[in-house]
């Protein structure tokens, strides 16, 4: 089974701080994607890479990067946390080749005060 | 620009009462429409891909159905067990990435 882990489930910052979400992968994946989800808005793209060391932005990535060093690994980092970024922040991943099917991580649930 | 719509938002059902979800998408050149099921608190579950129109999967009590601009997601004689949120999330193309509906939130009363 594809396993998708995220390093918290739940975090709380004070607004200004970086913050820094992880995400790891173990089924050798070459795609890994961060999305944010809020109510009534769905899930929202934020960054993908498609290999190591390489990164696209997504249809939100203002107020975020990414990074992602090895091919199992894929960093989210708020370089100054505000409070419009209090959110669930899931991660997935996928292979390049074949179905395409994004395997979702258990989330992160996100509160900046 | 690309669009996707669920509905109903909300939908309770009686223990045994089969329904159906609407996905209705605006997407040129469809490469493909996912369906996920999330529970709350936690990450969307893989259900179906669909690719093209006329195609049908059905896993369980679940049977997707896809046409060229929308999708449907039927539930027959739902349990309790059923109760999540249902996505759906065409792919658009050259995007290695999938455009999320807002989600039907699915209530099966025992």
């Known amino acids: 089974d594809v396993k998708v882990t995220q390093s918290s489930r739940y975090l709380v910052k004070r607004t200004g701080e970086k913050v820094f979400l992880e995400c790891v992968q173990d089924?050798?994946?070459?795609?890994m994607f961060w999305y944010r989800q809020d109510p009534g808005l769905g899930l929202r793209l934020i960054y993908f890479?498609?290999?190591?060391?390489?990164?696209e932005k997504g249809d939100i990535p203002e107020g975020y990067s990414v990074s992602r060093e090895k091919k199992e690994r894929f960093s989210l980092i708020l370089e100054s946390a505000s409070t419009n970024q209090t959110s669930m922040y899931l991660c997935a991943s996928s292979a390049r080749t074949g179905t395409d099917t994004q395997y979702f991580g258990p989330g992160t649930r996100l509160t900046v005060l | 620009e690309d669009q996707v719509t669920q509905s109903p938002e909300a939908l309770r059902l009686q223990e045994g009462e089969s329904s159906s979800l609407n996905c209705s998408y605006t997407v040129s050149g469809l490469r493909g429409l996912f369906w996920y099921r999330q529970d709350p608190g936690k990450g969307p579950e893989f259900l179906f891909t669909l690719y093209s129109a006329g195609e049908e999967k059905e896993k369980e009590r679940l049977k997707a159905t896809l046409t060229k601009k929308e999708s449907f997601l039927h539930i027959t004689a739902p349990k309790p067990e059923d109760s999540a949120t249902y996505l759906c999330a065409p792919q658009r193309p050259g995007a290695n990435n999938l455009f999320f509906g807002t989600g039907t939130r699915l209530t099966v009363i025992p």
């Open positions: 890479s498609y290999d190591v060391k390489m990164k």
């Open positions: 089924m050798d994946h070459e795609n």
